[in-house]
């Protein structure tokens, strides 16, 4: 079912007084409601309008830590009929690195204008567009009223990833962004007016559609800034508690961060009123997954909250999501047959690689296993994912609307998503990425075997391992942040290296740690293996340790 409403129509159904809710740094609340966001997204609107001749066909960056001047404006671009692209805040770049990469991401946008802060605009003079602040905007009268979207107009310019290439820019509908997360909610039998939690960035898919979302379809929406959550993990559980709220979303790093946070044992939190917590965006670690499920349990989590699922921005966000009072199914199978395309059930004893189900199909969607060609596969044969359902895209955007080179549908009309996965007792699993395979004389490794089992060692910082072949060889490395030095580096990587061989039965050529914060990610916090291996193969990593082949 594709409901046939743009963002703003959706928006203008809800009832004025539906609260929402924003949070600084402190967790102090900031109360609005929804009539307050339509009249402060009309007079954005009108600005955008008189000032720079905004309007449909046009596109505009937004630029900012999430805030009410944030969404006010978002909705106002919508409200004007353009359409917007969310620039990512970069956590680590310098200013002069920073500016340069706004500047081709707004140039590859196409972008008329860029919306931001006071004090970054001061910092933005050199971008081909103008450059104007929140609050300039927020002045004056809404003006004459403007027609809404249609439906099929683009509302969101959202880049991929670009974990395995470069962000390429997928075009969503106002249609698909309403649809997909109204499916999203509704899977989670969540109704109007319970409460939602997020802390993820609008730059990233899963925080754009989740948030929005919420908005429209009439949920409390709890906003915090994605830095506030960095900071403060436990800041996330604390406004769940204080809030009573039904539901939340994040990547599974997110999980694991907020597990070892309750482990530590400093503070109670009541986390008996959630009822969905969708965990998606990036593979998911079975054991980090029960991890957080048993400690969260001593703080009242039920157990059925945690519904796994996957996606990508090629179909808008959601493709499959946990069904709502089941607890989440794992599967282990056998090792060394699923290096041979085969998912059997592990016997007794051998060695296995558990996964986590990534639950059912969104309404009118549907996912196929197939070979390179398109063929279906039987159960218990890993292959290709693909996808078909109203939120796929058909196309990566090109400015004129031209064939895009990369090709992404096949000849079904199915999105090939590039993913690996199987379908095995009547559940969907999702392997990793096809290009992030590793040849290995004749084995087929996954990097995600080799990076859960480092996370586990003690001195291995959670979700900073990457595995990745060197080119032209079947040699592979990994290479994990630490915060250890000198002997206590070197003595992890012997560790790292030993630990790997024993368990996956592989010593990689070389295990390097690094120094914290220094693996490449996206913007969005995704790894970004191949990057690491150029720096590797360039000597531009801060190695503390190496193990060069030992073990």
Same mark, same amino acid.
């Given at each position: 079912m594709t409901i046939g409403l743009s963002i703003v129509e959706r928006l203008a159904a809800q009832p004025g007084d539906r609260p929402l809710v924003f949070l600084d740094d402190e967790l102090r609340p900031t109360h609005s409601t929804l009539g307050e966001l339509r009249e402060r997204a009309d007079t954005v609107a009108g600005a955008l309008r008189r000032r720079f001749g905004i309007g449909p066909g046009t596109r505009v960056c937004l630029l900012g830590r999430t805030s009410p001047d944030t969404i006010a404006t978002l909705f106002g671009i919508w409200r004007a009929g353009a359409t917007v692209t969310v620039l990512p805040v970069s956590r680590r770049a310098n200013p002069g690195d920073l500016e340069a990469t706004l500047a081709r991401r707004v140039s590859a946008a196409h972008a008329s204008l860029v919306v931001t802060d006071l004090a970054t605009a001061a910092t933005l003079g050199d971008l081909a567009v103008p450059v104007v602040d929140f609050q300039s905007l927020g002045h004056g009268s809404a003006g004459a009223p403007l027609a809404a979207p249609d439906p099929h107009d683009i509302a969101l310019l959202q880049f991929t990833s670009g974990t395995t290439a470069l962000p390429r820019a997928v075009a969503v509908t106002h249609a698909q962004l309403v649809t997909n997360s109204h499916s999203l909610f509704?899977?989670?039998?969540?109704?109007?007016?319970?409460?939602?939690?997020?802390?993820?960035?609008?730059?990233?898919?899963?925080?754009?559609?989740?948030?929005?979302?919420?908005?429209?379809?009439?949920?409390?929406?709890?906003?915090?800034?994605?830095?506030?959550?960095?900071?403060? +993990?436990? #800041?996330?559980?604390?406004? @769940?508690? &204080?809030?009573?709220?039904?539901?939340?979303? =994040?990547?599974?790093? !997110?999980? /694991?961060?907020?597990?070892?946070?309750?482990?530590?044992?400093?503070?109670?939190?009541?986390?008996?009123?959630?009822?969905?917590?969708?965990?998606?965006?990036?593979?998911?670690? +079975?054991? #980090?997954?029960?991890?957080? @499920?048993? &400690?969260?349990?001593?703080?009242?989590?039920? =157990?059925?909250?945690? !519904?796994? /699922?996957?996606?990508?921005?090629?179909?808008?966000?959601?493709?499959t999501v946990g069904l709502p009072h089941e607890r989440y199914h794992t599967v282990t199978v056998d090792r060394l047959a699923l290096e041979d395309g085969l998912a059997q059930h592990v016997e007794d004893g051998g060695p296995g690689r558990t996964f986590v189900d990534c639950g059912a199909p969104l309404a009118d969607t549907s996912v196929s296993i197939t070979d390179d060609d398109g063929n279906p596969l039987p159960d218990g044969q890993v292959g290709s994912v693909r996808v078909r359902g109203p939120g796929v895209v058909r196309q990566y955007w090109t400015p004129d609307g031209s064939p895009h080179p990369t090709e992404i549908l096949d000849d079904q009309d199915r999105l090939i998503t590039g993913d690996l996965g199987f379908c095995l007792d009547g559940r969907f699993f999702v392997c990793g990425r096809q290009k992030d395979m590793i040849i290995v004389a004749g084995r087929n490794l996954y990097p995600e075997d080799f990076e859960f089992t480092a996370e586990r060692i003690p001195g291995v910082r959670l979700g900073n391992v990457m595995a990745f072949s060197l080119p032209d060889s079947e040699e592979m490395v990994v290479v994990a942040e630490t915060n250890l030095r000198e002997s206590g580096a070197q003595d992890l990587v012997r560790a790292v290296s030993d630990t790997l061989a024993a368990e996956l039965s592989y010593t990689p050529h070389d295990v390097v740690l690094v120094a914290p914060g220094t693996l490449p990610k996206t913007s969005s916090g995704k790894k970004q293996r191949h990057l690491c291996r150029e720096q590797y193969q360039d000597k531009a990593l801060t190695v503390r340790a190496s193990a060069q082949g030992q073990g």
């Open positions: 509704t899977s989670g039998e969540l109704v109007p007016g319970d409460g939602f939690v997020t802390w993820l960035p609008l730059y990233h898919d899963m925080g754009m559609i989740m948030l929005t979302g919420a908005i429209v379809h009439g949920y409390t929406a709890y906003v915090m800034d994605t830095q506030t959550f960095g900071a403060r +993990p436990g #800041a996330w559980l604390e406004t @769940i508690s &204080t809030y009573r709220a039904a539901a939340t979303g =994040a990547p599974n790093f !997110a999980f /694991g961060l907020a597990g070892y946070y309750l482990s530590l044992g400093r503070a109670r939190y009541d986390l008996s009123s959630l009822r969905v917590a969708w965990n998606g965006a990036e593979p998911i670690d +079975p054991m #980090a997954l029960d991890q957080f @499920i048993a &400690t969260a349990a001593e703080h009242g989590l039920p =157990a059925t909250t945690m !519904a796994p /699922g996957y996606g990508l921005a090629e179909a808008t966000l959601a493709v």
